[in-house]
């Protein structure tokens, strides 16, 4: 079993939809939660950080991490078509960091 | 600011040559790491610098080789290798190795 699943996609909505990518996994000892925008080509840009579980909000992006149910989610309200882009998610232990494979995202005008 | 600069932007080498990737960051971070990004797979960790000290090498073949001339700096030394070791070679750094890594736009490597 690998330590971060992601469902890989592709996920396509239409412009303006909201959008929820999610994350589960398996180790408690992970304590840090972060998502990435990665487009083609380019190197991943950090969107978002946590530590606690609970809601953080940023513009248009709200993470959300279920400590738990050990399952983090994105959500990207009204969305562009500047958001199609891969996300990863990734968490850290305080040792290692640990990345999914990755969502590909298309918003479609 | 949170830039990563990375050089090259593109790279294309032959087996028998050598090469250097080179990484910057003046954040005052004190980790450094090197990724490598096959086309639609995550990055994946080849080796991690804290305070100019080598703590991770993930048995990455000895034709890579890091190097951290100091806290800012991150060199990769390339040397014979393989086509299949093309790739977007990434850098991160990180204020220490437990918090959120902030990459770079990565080095796009042909080998031919």
């Known amino acids: 079993q690998k330590e971060v699943e992601q469902d890989p996609g592709p996920l396509s909505v239409p412009e303006g939809a909201i959008v929820s990518l999610n994350c589960t996994y398996s180790n408690s000892a992970f304590q840090y939660f972060m998502w990435y925008r990665q487009y083609s080509r380019k190197g991943p840009e950090l969107l978002m950080y946590t530590y606690s579980s609970g809601n953080k909000e940023d513009g248009r992006f709200t993470a959300q991490v279920d400590k738990s149910s050990k399952y983090i989610s994105l959500f990207i309200r009204d969305s562009q078509p500047s958001d199609s882009a891969t996300y990863l998610c990734a968490m850290s232990d305080f040792n290692k960091f640990y990345f999914g494979s990755g969502t590909k995202l298309n918003v479609k005008p | 600011d949170t830039e990563v600069t990375q050089t090259p932007k593109h790279l294309v080498m032959g087996m028998t040559n050598k090469k250097s990737l080179k990484c910057e960051q003046h954040?005052?971070?004190?980790?450094m790491y090197w990724y490598k990004q096959k086309a639609k797979k995550p990055p994946e960790l080849m080796f991690v610098y804290s305070y100019e000290k080598l703590s991770i090498n993930e048995s990455v073949p000895s034709r890579f080789s890091p190097e951290c001339p100091n806290s800012s700096l991150l060199n990769l030394h390339l040397h014979a290798l393989q086509p299949e070791d093309s790739a977007l070679y990434l850098c991160?750094?990180?204020?220490?190795?437990?918090?959120?890594?902030?990459f770079g736009p990565g080095t796009r490597l042909t080998v031919t």
């Open positions: 991160a750094s990180s204020q220490d190795l437990a918090g959120e890594q902030y």
């Open positions: 954040m005052g971070h004190r980790a």
